[in-house]
């Protein structure tokens, strides 16, 4: 099993580079096999398609955020604290793994309903883990008179937005970015912040 799952991440690494450098219309399977030193049977065996191996990717991508989101969240912290510190991991999870992100953000735009199927489905996973902590918030007492539904929707709308154009062209910068962002979605939900007062 080791040999398999080590071939499998090989696999998923290659196409990674190949993606990055290539774009994922020109990237052929057999470029993914070349530079992951693995035979085509050992390719088709972990996917049956270059569509497949992307989604992997994009699997992958999708747990290493989340894993790391749910890291921030275990820290016993008041519900907003929680939500700050899930933010802020999002846009570092982002920044150092930004190859990947343009890939999953930019790469994968038109690719059909299967990649639009997961996109959908992985946005959804984030606005239930962003409304669970708005609820809990909500429930210590730090937060009144908002709908965590839509503010979690509207949440995810505007990292998503950041992140996208920051993943294309670089702008506008994290470092600057995050902690506006930060003090709009708080403020947003009534939160004062230190630096307001």
């Known amino acids: 099993?080791?040999?398999?799952?080590?071939?499998?991440?090989?696999?998923?690494?290659?196409?990674?580079?190949?993606f990055a450098s290539q774009g994922?219309?020109?990237?052929?399977?057999?470029?993914?096999?070349?530079?992951?030193r693995t035979s085509k049977g050992a390719v088709y065996f972990h996917f049956p398609s270059k569509q497949d191996i992307f989604l992997g990717l994009v699997d992958q991508f999708a747990g290493l955020l989340e894993g790391r989101v749910q890291e921030a969240l275990a820290v016993d912290?008041?519900?907003?604290?929680?939500v700050e510190a899930a933010l802020t991991v999002v846009m570092d999870t982002f920044t150092r793994y930004r190859r990947l992100a343009k890939i999953?953000?930019?790469?994968?735009?038109?690719?059909?309903q299967e990649f639009?199927?997961?996109?959908?489905?992985?946005?959804?996973?984030?606005?239930?883990?962003?409304q669970d902590q708005l609820e809990q918030a909500l429930r210590e007492g730090d937060l009144a008179g908002i709908d965590p539904e839509v503010t979690a929707y509207a949440w995810m709308g505007a990292v998503n937005e950041l992140v996208i154009s920051w993943v294309?062209?670089?702008?506008?910068?994290?470092?600057?970015?995050?902690?506006?962002?930060?003090?709009?979605?708080?403020?947003?939900?009534?939160?004062?912040?230190?630096?307001?007062?």
């Open 104 to 112: 999953f953000l930019i790469q994968a735009a038109g690719l059909g």
């Open 24 to 36: 994922y219309h020109a990237t052929k399977v057999a470029d993914i096999v070349d530079s992951s």
């Open 116 to 130: 639009e199927t997961k996109r959908l489905e992985i946005h959804r996973r984030f606005i239930a883990l962003i």
């Open 1 to 18: 099993m080791p040999a398999e799952q080590d071939t499998r991440s090989r696999i998923l690494e290659a196409a990674l580079e190949r």
């Open 77 to 82: 912290k008041s519900g907003v604290e929680r």
């Open 168 to 197: 294309h062209d670089g702008h506008p910068d994290p470092e600057r970015a995050l902690p506006e962002l930060r003090g709009l979605l708080l403020r947003g939900i009534g939160l004062e912040l230190p630096e307001d007062d």
